[in-house]
């Protein structure tokens, strides 16, 4: 049961222009959403985070949209660059009561290539 | 401040060998937390320590797997004996406790295993 996808395994960008990833939920109890970028022969680093009761949330070049009615939220990296060139993870929480961060369910992820 | 360490980097077995991996998480991070991940997959929790203590290990094949996390703080990850379907990169993360959103999990750079 693939609580979170990736539907796309590959997106190709020009230098400067725009990538959007998106990603797909099934679980109407993920609370908060998350993208992590992946580097080869490298761990996954945090990136930018949403919650459940927003929409927008906006760091720098990065953008991550929420659409709770369609259970879709999608990644904004405006202007791209090279160096964004990566796999990028979407993840899913449900939150576990209490203190409890809860669990992360992740995507399949996306390969990312930004050329010059 | 010292990123999560992983050992070994590369690992290659043959089936029916066993394997034992380790993990330091970052100094004074309380949750410690095992992903497998197959390749064109993405992560997918083993299991997620608080302390010294089993949060979650539902996801863990307990016939084949086991971890501990002797003291709360480095941990190892044992399969015995592998199969072919256990080859996958091997993730630790880990991250402060509590439930605030900013704390959010740091990643190894992972342990590739092989199972031939």
């Known amino acids: 049961d693939q609580q979170v996808k990736q539907n796309s395994p590959s997106l190709s960008v020009q230098e400067g222009r725009i990538s959007i990833l998106n990603c797909d939920y099934t679980?109407?109890?993920?609370?908060?959403f998350l993208w992590y970028k992946k580097y080869p022969a490298e761990g996954p680093t945090f990136l930018i985070s949403?919650?459940?009761?927003?929409d927008k949330n906006e760091d720098g070049r990065f953008t991550v949209f929420l659409n709770k009615s369609a259970k879709h939220l999608s990644l904004h990296i405006v202007p791209s660059q090279p160096g964004d060139s990566a796999v990028y993870f979407c993840?899913?929480?449900?939150?576990?009561?209490?203190?409890?961060?809860?669990?992360?369910?992740f995507g399949q992820g996306t390969i990312l290539t930004v050329h010059p | 401040e010292a990123g999560v360490a992983q050992s070994p980097r590369y690992k290659i077995i043959e089936k029916r060998q066993s394997v034992a991996f380790w993990c330091n998480p970052i100094?004074?991070?309380?949750?410690l937390y095992w992903y497998q991940q197959i390749l064109g997959q993405g992560p997918k929790l083993l299991i997620q320590?608080?302390?010294?203590?089993?949060?979650?290990d539902s996801q863990l094949p307990k016939d084949r797997f086991s971890a501990e996390r002797l003291k709360g703080v480095d941990s190892t990850l044992k399969i015995q004996p592998a199969k072919l379907e256990d080859s996958a990169v091997y993730l630790c993360?880990?991250?402060?406790?509590?439930?605030?959103?900013?704390?959010?999990?740091?990643f190894g750079p992972g342990t590739r295993l092989t199972v031939l």
């Open positions: 100094s004074g991070h309380a949750t």
């Open positions: 679980n109407s109890m993920f609370d908060y």
């Open positions: 949403i919650s459940s009761i927003k």
């Open positions: 993840a899913a929480r449900v939150y576990a009561g209490g203190t409890s961060y809860g669990k992360l369910t």
């Open positions: 320590f608080q302390n010294n203590g089993v949060v979650d």
């Open positions: 993360a880990s991250r402060l406790a509590g439930r605030s959103s900013y704390n959010e999990q740091f």
